[in-house]
């Protein structure tokens, strides 16, 4: 089983609807959450922190759920530029960064 | 400052012949990654560093793979002998865990073995 799981999507949607992308971790001693954004042939660049509480950033929501391992994001009012796969990312007290695999999002007129 | 910096930025070689990829990470960061990024097996962590020291390097897939980290401002991945599966594009990222836990990347070595 991998240390982190996505759903590899891909998932297609008009502008304007709402997503939701989940991941699940499977190391319980991890300490820190990210999703990240990687746009076709560039590097991953950090999208949003999770916090234990769940926090927003305009269109976007995180959620964790330590008791299930599960980490979530939400695109509200999605815009053709959010088209790109969304990584989630898991950091032990190691400091051992874990990516997913990934889910692509394409954003359609 | 100029961010993680990678070369080459485009590698085509035949197989057998040795490569050698470079990262320098951002100043002041403690952490230095190299991940390979493939369609088939997504962003895998080859090895990570602290402090220049290797701290895990379960993901080096062969013994055709090494990394050193010399010193605080410089890293290589090698591959030798290469061979075609070698072909993926290679990032280097660094973090200092004491900031905000951001893993900056490089913009990625793209390799590719004929």
């Known amino acids: 089983r991998k240390e982190v799981e996505q759903d590899p999507g891909p998932f297609n949607v008009p502008e304007g609807a709402t997503v939701a992308f989940n991941c699940t971790y499977s190391n319980s001693a991890s300490q820190s959450f990210f999703w990240y954004r990687q746009d076709c042939r560039k590097e991953p660049k950090l999208l949003m922190s999770?916090?234990?509480s769940g926090n927003e950033d305009g269109r976007f929501t995180a959620q964790l759920n330590r008791a299930s391992q599960y980490i979530s994001l939400l695109i509200r009012d999605s815009k053709l530029s959010d088209s790109a796969t969304y990584l989630c990312?898991?950091?032990?007290?190691?400091?051992?960064?874990?990516f997913g695999d990934g889910t692509t999002l394409t954003v359609k007129p | 400052d100029a961010g993680v910096i990678q070369s080459p930025r485009h590698e085509v070689t035949e197989m057998g012949q040795e490569v050698t990829l470079r990262c320098k990470p951002i100043s002041g960061h403690d952490y230095l990654f190299w991940y390979r990024q493939t369609m088939m097996r997504g962003l895998e962590l080859l090895i990570y560093f602290n402090n220049n020291v290797p701290i895990d390097d379960s993901g080096m897939p062969e013994d055709r793979f090494s990394a050193k980290m010399p010193n605080a401002s410089f890293s290589t991945l090698k591959i030798q002998p290469s061979e075609p599966r070698d072909s993926a594009v290679y990032f280097c990222?660094?973090?200092?865990?004491?900031?905000?836990?951001?893993?900056?990347f490089g913009e990625g070595s793209r390799l590719t073995v004929l």
């Open positions: 999770v916090y234990s």
């Open positions: 990222a660094s973090i200092s865990r004491s900031d905000t836990g951001e893993l900056f």
């Open positions: 990312v898991v950091n032990t007290n190691a400091g051992k960064s874990t």
